[in-house]
Every structure is written in structure tokens, then in C-alpha cells.
């Protein structure tokens, strides 16, 4: 896959999509929330099921995010779980850490430190998470 951009207006959001290590990386700049939502669920809705079951969502670029940024990483994490794979957040910022935290999703999504390579999980234990059941200890990586 080579990495393509869709961009909305210089405020909203900007989504950027390529492949690393068996994962699709969905890097996510801008504003995560409110006018850019609908074009943002549609472009992760669009992605194959072969790079929708293990998406890296980067999240270091994004300025604000509102409930309706969350609940579109939250379908994303559906549907790669329906697909027997993983959503995995990394760098998130501090406006979408406090969103994440206020809400408990901050125990929902698999958070991973700059610079540290996504966690595998098979199949099986990766369809287990469920939303509001807290991801295990020993695979949190930042907090």
C-alpha cells in the first residue's frame, strides 16, 4: 500500500494510511472531532478488512478531539476486533489523553509509547477485549 492523504479544510483533520510491519498505520493530524468526523469514519471505514483488522491509529499530530472523534477510534476498534485483530493508539497528545481518561477509554484502547513496536496478539485473545473492559496490565505500555 502506499501512503496516501485525504485532507479537509487546514483545520480539520488530515489522514494519512501506510503499511509497517504487518499493521496499517492510520496517522491522524488536526482536529479529531466535529466537522472532520464523517470524512474520517468513512476513510477508515473504506479500508480493506485485510489492513482494518490491525490499524496503529498515530494520534501525534492531533490538536483537540471531542466525543465524536472518540466514538469514530472506537468503531475503528470494533471492526478490527469483529475482524479478529487490534486498534492500537499511539502518541496521543495531551487533548486526546485527558478525552480518553474523562471518558475510561484510557482502559479500552492499547496505548503504546513513542518508539515502541505494536503488541501481536493472536486472534482469539485480541476478540475478548471488549468496550469497558480494561486491557490487561501487562500489556499497557504508557500511562
Known amino acids: 500500500m502506499t501512503p ?3 485532507g479537509l479544510s487546514p483545520r480539520q483533520a488530515l489522514l494519512s494510511v501506510r503499511s509497517q ?3 496499517t498505520v492510520a496517522a ?13 469514519r468513512e476513510q477508515l471505514r473504506g479500508l480493506p478488512d485485510r489492513q482494518a483488522g490491525r490499524i496503529i491509529a498515530d494520534l501525534s499530530g492531533v490538536t483537540s478531539c471531542d466525543a465524536s472523534g472518540l466514538a469514530v477510534l472506537v468503531a475503528a476498534g470494533h471492526r478490527a476486533r469483529r475482524l479478529g485483530g487490534i486498534l492500537q493508539l499511539t502518541i496521543p497528545g495531551p487533548a486526546v489523553l485527558t478525552a480518553l481518561r474523562l471518558t475510561g477509554l484510557d482502559a479500552y484502547f492499547e496505548i503504546l509509547a513513542p518508539g ?3 503488541v501481536n496478539h493472536d486472534s ?3 476478540g475478548r477485549v471488549r468496550p469497558g473492559h480494561p486491557v ?8
Do not use: F, N, Q, W
Not at 466537522?35 to 474520517?40: E, I, K, R, Y
Not at 490487561?136 to 500511562?143: A, G, K, L
Open 4 to 6: 496516501h492523504d485525504i
Open 21 to 23: 510491519r504487518g499493521y
Open 28 to 40: 491522524i493530524t488536526g482536529e479529531l472531532g466535529g466537522a472532520s468526523v464523517p470524512a474520517l
Open 116 to 118: 515502541v513496536p505494536p
Open 124 to 126: 482469539e485473545r485480541a
Open 136 to 143: 490487561s496490565p501487562e500489556h499497557r505500555t504508557v500511562r
